[in-house]
């Protein structure tokens, strides 16, 4: 008989393993992991994106509020009153300069931050033309995001002609977001400035 010396085979260490080992690639299995998760990363970005939308342009209106409630007092300051205002006074005394490209120098025009024209008059809050009346249209979610700050900077505050702020009225949240919506999706801010506030 002859006898045969066959080494015994030896079995892999790690059963389903290769040889060889993966060098970076992705498996199918994987590849579908990371690109459900991706998916679920942008789903929730989107989803998210009009939150955060709102946020920005309530900082952009109160920003852009509180710079035109200080320009009217710089254009106005040896003003006694303000019969004899108008856009474009003002605009030609550079109280709208923060607008840049939305104000035309040469009408006074200009144009909001969300589109619509933004007005500037002689207005009364307790004496007649002790105020300028700034008008300007915003989304009803930036308007009621904002309404506080906005409060605080003027004299007086309308938001689709209910008065939210001023001279024998105290603000309220829950009062200016029921004003804020109540015309729709737009609302009118008017803004009262005064020499004082």
Do not use: W
């Not at 010396?5 to 990371?34: I, Y």
């Not at 009408?107 to 969300?114: E, P, Q, S």
């Amino acid at each position: 008989m002859k006898q045969t010396s066959k080494k015994p085979m030896s079995r892999p260490r790690f059963v389903g393993k290769g040889l060889r080992r993966q060098k970076g690639e992705l498996s199918l299995v994987e590849a579908a992991a990371v690109m459900a998760a991706a998916a679920l990363i942008t789903l929730v970005a989107y989803m998210g994106r009009g939150y955060i939308m709102d946020r920005v342009h309530a900082f952009q209106f109160k920003s852009e509020a509180q710079y035109f409630r200080s320009g009217i007092q710089d254009a106005t300051s040896g003003d006694v009153d303000f019969a004899s205002v108008s856009m474009l006074s003002l605009t030609q005394n550079h109280a709208f300069d923060s607008a840049g490209r939305r104000l035309s120098t040469t009408t006074g025009a200009l144009t909001g931050l969300f589109g619509g024209p933004v007005t500037a008059a002689a207005a009364t809050v307790t004496a007649s033309n002790d105020a300028v009346a700034v008008t300007y249209p915003v989304p009803s979610t930036v308007c009621t995001l904002s309404a506080d700050a906005i409060a605080s900077a003027y004299t007086m505050v309308k938001v689709n002609n209910t008065t939210i702020s001023g001279p024998g009225t105290t603000y309220s949240s829950s009062a200016s977001a029921s004003a804020c919506a109540s015309a729709g999706a737009t609302a009118s801010v008017v803004m009262y400035a005064t020499h004082d506030h």
